[in-house]
């Protein structure tokens, strides 16, 4: 089944903001993501997922996408599975949303995101955003 992932980001002049949720097993800071379910397409569970597991709205930047082998925790050990993770720029955040007594939100800057994530995984997944984030920048203005 194909999973996809996103990175929730904001913009306040120069700095760059990534949104992080809570995993539900362990409660480590990640990026969400989830399956795409039949008769749907990847940006279609993408907006889904921000929604369900952050309480977020806003714009996909589908051309930004990068692949990239997540480790996730399943008795007997780790599976490493491919996600495709969008960068997803945040318009709204809502108080209410459905895994949000499940989950915690948490912000911080793009140059300080990996201090946050204790997963060498998302480590590649947000050094991808950087190299990309002089045009991801541009292509969010679109939208502000």
Same mark, same amino acid.
């Not at 692949?67 to 480790?71: D, E, F, K, L, R």
């Not at 996600?83 to 945040?90: D, I, K, L, N, S």
């Given at each position: 089944?194909?999973?996809v992932?996103? $990175?929730?980001?904001d $913009?306040?002049g120069?700095d760059?903001? $990534?949104l992080?949720?809570?995993?539900?097993?362990?409660?480590?800071w990640i990026l969400?993501?989830?399956?795409? %379910?039949?008769k749907?397409t990847?940006?279609?569970?993408?907006?889904r !997922?921000?929604?369900?597991?952050?309480?977020?709205?806003? !714009?996909?930047?589908?051309?930004?996408a990068t692949?990239?082998? $997540?480790?996730k925790?399943k @008795?007997?050990?780790v599976?490493?599975?491919p996600?495709?993770?969008?960068?997803? +720029?945040?318009r709204?955040q809502?108080d !209410?949303?459905?895994?949000?007594h499940?989950?915690?939100?948490?912000w911080?800057?793009?140059?300080?995101?990996a %201090?946050v994530?204790?997963?060498d995984?998302y @480590?590649?997944?947000?050094n991808? +955003?950087t190299?990309?984030?002089y045009?991801?920048r541009?292509a @969010?203005? !679109?939208y502000?």
């Open positions: 089944m194909q999973k992932g996103l $990175i929730p980001f $913009i306040d120069n760059i903001a $990534i992080f949720v809570t995993s539900m097993g362990r409660g480590r969400p993501k989830g399956n795409v %379910m039949k749907e990847s940006i279609s569970a993408v907006k !997922e921000a929604f369900e597991e952050a309480g977020i709205k806003g !714009e996909v930047l589908e051309r930004f692949t990239w082998p $997540i480790g925790s @008795a007997g050990g599976v490493r599975i996600v495709t993770y969008y960068p997803f +720029f945040v709204e809502l !209410e949303w459905p895994e949000r499940k989950r915690q939100r948490h911080a800057l793009l140059k300080d995101s %201090m994530v204790d997963h995984d @480590a590649h997944v947000l991808a +955003f190299e990309l984030s045009w991801i541009e @969010a203005k !679109e502000k």
